[in-house]
């Protein structure tokens, strides 16, 4: 028969931390810290088969489950010393979602289950107080009919608030007793109203229909969301944990809370989380109350009134060091947990690997490694090379002047600025435009994810540190300021006012996730320091890694940026990008619209400057290293000029008649420019530039050489070749003028030639063309295009929908398709060295900066990768990560 649910108390266990895929994340470490004897209340995980069952039987459930579900109720009863509808102590439960990932806030909770009109009466006597009775039974009738009867939220709230303004409150905490009583027969009259039946009585029927609907939130909107954006399979499942309620809001004596074993925003090694007297642990992560700190020296560092969980609770707060600290040390990695005061006990409710941003990631992983909780090579395994994304990101400018409107929490780091929107759609359509948002809200909730993700940072008036903005913000690597209190925003009016001052949608504003900071206006911000824990872990992944790892850059600026960022030489330099800039763009379309040679090389002798002073600059900031310099390869069309001023403009510098420019102009446009006029087709045809950009070549290098004292690694490389014979021809005319540059100055210039390969024709003919090429650098960008038949551009109308629909994986264009232009790039490596055994092999398309692809190029045994610079740390890492055979787990 199979076992579709597994027991839990402490001491006992039928589950483990290994059985995570089964017991999804939360009960497989309930399962854990149960085994280890922490006080865990009893409870039970139906397994995520059962999920996977369920979906594929029109939402039944499997014969035996009950059985066992009975079984494993009369389990917790007996652990816990009272049953469902017990006269004198009724037993409640929790009904709570739990995958093999974290969602958090995605799926649905149910608490409190259990309670009726009796046991209500009961729950009260055994507390020896009406008031909290009663509010959990209104609590638990909200819940329990939003989540599995349907009936929306806002009604009772709205009906609470009528109840409030009657008695003249202002305060959930004014209402008495007899008022609780009063909202529930209220609510039930609601729940009759909405749902057309009557709130369940029966506590099996309830826990029944919070099983079902736990399991049915799988599918809900937001979920679907939170799993496409974290690349979570639907096949996965949730699992379902019921556990034995403990009660945060008993007393004063009571209290919930979440804590991380050191800070993850920093890393710092320190107990970090908040907590809140008297309340339910829902009330801490929704962000309704502003939490207390936990401990002394939290509460001494920041303003206001506070009592911490150590000066209030010595004793609880003592035996929560010590549990935090063994379930650190157990699973070798910082927790994030979640515990409940009942009376003065304390009971530990979850733990799990806490989620971090990229800078606690790095500091975390280095000082674990560095107090021999972990290896090096784990420390590496540890941050996900993606995420260092986050760490590249700017900060404030530290001289820059800040009008800052208020002072909230800092919730995730870096400084982001946009104009401000209200609301997530909005959010989401004005990021699709290109436009820059901050999300404001009062507070978020798991619907406002697409926004979120959408927006350049997140701002929020309520909520702690550990509030739902603040959770996903810190994963999505998202500058956030959460508790900004003083902010008063108005979703009708789309403003808000803080400090006597009024934003309304569309103002700019900035924030500073690090500081807290609301700022108005635009602040000049900075580049970050890659110096501490960044450049440690980086400094152990190079001393892995076997792959080197080269940067796509032709701008002074990107070269220095990649060099900073560690870059082992350029890639790839595209000198089409540098005749774009300023006047040159003339120059460029006066040689291409040039009737004959000698019109060519007029325009090409005003080139000849501005290229050597380019690669000049590329060389001395490389000092040394290699510089790929790829020969001209513009898709044409984007050169032609295409304003009637743009061809005056042209026609001037050339002293030619605009008619017949614009009549040459237009025998030159192409249908397909990606698949025309471009390339070292160009080379072929007009020779001419070739010659110009070679003699640039050397003539810089030589100036390069003697300006650095280290001599230029010239790297020469022809693009979009798909036979040896269009290479050779470029080879013979650069050999040539080596030659007379060294006719001209006495020095003869040392390069390397080689070739893109970017071509099916190209990889297949990879071993007749080796012999001719020092170095092949495959273009998987143009390969991803030329192999699947998908236009760069025109991919994008149909290429997301694909991915969507799970037609494909992943967008080819990101993450390198290995079964197709991946064995394309495999056979030709391995043809190349058959053709040449020293030959060179890179790749310079995207992928080489995406670290899947940069696995599966370690796999096939590539000498480099080549991305542009700010994604060469993740590239280095990645490399590292590849060459260790794993891949980052356990991170945000
Ligand atoms: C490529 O095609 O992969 C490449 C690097 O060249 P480009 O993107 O400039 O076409
Ligand atoms: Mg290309």
């Given at each position: ?415 982001a600025f946009g104009e401000i929107v209200f609301n997530p759609e909005e959010a989401e359509t004005l990021a699709a435009s290109g436009r820059k948002v901050i999300l404001v809200r009062?507070?978020t909730?798991?619907e406002d994810i697409h926004g979120m993700h959408a927006a350049e940072g997140i701002l ?13 913000a810190?994963?999505m690597?998202k500058p ?9 925003i108005?979703y009708?009016?789309q403003c808000f ?6 934003f309304v949608k569309g103002d700019r504003i900035t924030i ?10 635009e ?370």
């Amino acid at each position: 028969m199979t076992k579709w649910v597994y027991s839990f108390s402490a001491g006992r266990s039928e589950g483990s931390a290994a059985m995570r895929e089964l017991l999804g994340g939360k009960g497989a470490n309930l399962a854990e810290m149960a085994a280890l004897g922490l006080p865990v209340p009893p409870g039970f995980t139906i397994t995520t088969d059962v999920c996977a069952f369920f979906y594929a039987n029109g939402h039944s459930f499997p014969p035996n489950l009950e059985a066992q579900v009975d079984a494993a109720m009369a389990e917790i009863g007996r652990v816990a010393g009272h049953a469902f509808n017990d006269a004198k102590w009724p037993l409640l439960v929790s009904v709570r979602s739990g995958a093999r990932a974290s969602m958090p806030g995605m799926m649905d909770t149910v608490l409190n289950l259990g309670l009726n009109d009796q046991t209500v009466e009961a729950l009260s006597h055994y507390s020896g107080d009406a008031r909290f009775a009663w509010d959990c039974y209104r609590r638990f009738i909200e819940m329990y009919s939003s989540v599995v009867l349907g009936v929306e939220h806002h009604i009772f709230e709205e009906a609470l608030d009528e109840l409030k303004e009657a008695k003249g409150y202002t305060l959930d905490t004014q209402l008495s007793a007899d008022d609780w009583r009063a909202a529930t027969g209220q609510f039930k009259g609601i729940v009759e109203a909405n749902a057309g039946v009557s709130f369940p009585q029966d506590p099996r029927a309830q826990l029944w229909g919070a099983i079902r609907a736990v399991f049915s939130s799988w599918m809900n909107h937001r979920a679907i969301v939170y799993r496409h954006l974290h690349n979570i399979p639907e096949s996965w499942g949730t699992a379902v944990n019921v556990q034995a309620m403990v009660f945060g809001n008993m007393d004063a004596n009571s209290a919930t809370g979440v804590a991380f074993t050191r800070n993850p925003s920093t890393g710092v090694k320190e107990l970090y989380g908040e907590y809140l007297m008297n309340a339910q642990g829902e009330d801490v992560v929704a962000g309704l109350r502003t939490p207390q700190p936990l401990t002394e020296i939290a509460s001494r560092a920041s303003p206001g009134e506070k009592i911490s969980l150590e000066a209030a609770m010595p004793k609880v707060f003592a035996e929560f060091v010590q549990v935090a600290d063994r379930l650190e040390r157990h699973y070798r990695d910082m927790q994030d947990m979640e515990f409940t005061v009942e009376r003065g006990k304390l009971w530990m409710l979850q733990t799990r690997g806490g989620k971090r941003t990229a800078r606690a990631a790095l500091k975390l992983a280095v000082d674990m490694a560095n107090e021999g909780l972990i290896t090096r090579e784990e420390a590496i395994l540890r941050v996900e090379p993606t995420s260092l994304d986050q760490l590249l990101h700017p900060t404030i400018d530290p001289s820059a002047r800040r009008d800052i409107l208020v002072t909230g929490l800092p919730a995730s780091p870096g400084a982001a600025f946009g104009e401000i929107v209200f609301n997530p759609e909005e959010a989401e359509t004005l990021a699709a435009s290109g436009r820059k948002v901050i999300l404001v809200r009062t507070e978020t909730s798991p619907e406002d994810i697409h926004g979120m993700h959408a927006a350049e940072g997140i701002l929020t008036a309520r909520g702690g540190m550990t509030s739902h903005a603040a959770v996903v913000a810190r994963g999505m690597g998202k500058p956030c300021v959460t508790g900004a209190g003083a902010l008063r925003i108005d979703y009708d009016e789309q403003c808000f006012t803080v400090a006597g001052r009024r934003f309304v949608k569309g103002d700019r504003i900035t924030i500073d996730g690090s500081a807290g900071h609301v700022i108005a206006g635009e602040v000049k911000m900075q580049r970050p320091e890659l110096t501490g824990e960044f450049a440690v872990l980086m400094g152990w992944a190079d001393d892995v890694r076997r792959l080197k790892v080269r940067a796509n850059a032709e701008t002074p600026s990107d070269a220095r940026a990649a060099r900073r960022f560690g870059a082992e030489g350029i890639g790839l330099a595209r000198t089409e990008h540098m005749f774009f800039e300023g006047e040159r763009i003339v120059a460029v379309r006066e040689m291409i619209l040039a009737d004959d040679a000698e019109g060519r090389r007029t325009a090409l002798a005003k080139l000849l400057p501005m290229q050597r002073e380019d690669f000049k600059h590329l060389f001395e900031i490389m000092a040394g290293l290699p510089v790929t310099i790829r020969l001209l390869d513009p898709p044409l069309h984007e050169f032609l000029p295409h304003t009637d001023s743009e061809l005056a403009a042209v026609a001037r510098a050339m002293g030619a008649d605009p008619v017949k420019l614009r009549r040459r102009a237009l025998q030159l446009s192409e249908f397909n420019p990606m698949l025309g006029f471009r390339g070292v087709r160009l080379a072929v045809v007009f020779p001419e530039i070739l010659d110009m950009q070679a003699r640039a070549i050397f003539e810089a290098a030589i100036e390069a050489g003697l300006s650095t004292g280290a001599a230029a690694q010239i790297e020469i490389m022809a693009p979009l070749v798909f036979a040896r014979a269009e290479l050779d021809f470029v080879k013979a005319r650069v050999e040539a003028m080596a030659a007379l540059v060294e006719d001209e100055t006495g020095v003869r210039p040392a390069y390397h030639i080689g070739t893109m390969i970017e071509l099916p024709r190209a990889a297949l003919r990879a071993g007749e063309i080796a012999p001719s090429a020092n170095f092949f650098s495959f273009g998987t960008n143009d390969l991803t295009q030329t192999t699947l038949g998908i236009s760069r551009d025109d991919s994008g109308s149909f290429l997301g929908v694909y991915v969507e629909k799970g037609v494909l994986p992943q967008d080819p264009f990101v993450s390198i398709d290995q079964e197709g232009v991946g064995e394309l790039v495999a056979l030709g490596c391995q043809r190349a060295r058959a053709g040449r055994p020293d030959i060179v092999l890179g790749v310079c398309g995207e992928h080489g900066g995406d670290p899947a692809s940069v696995a599966f190029f370690e796999k096939i045994g590539m000498d480099y990768v080549s991305c542009s610079p700010f994604r060469v740390p993740i590239a280095r890492l990645a490399a590292a990560q590849a060459a260790l055979g794993g891949t980052a787990e356990g991170t945000a």
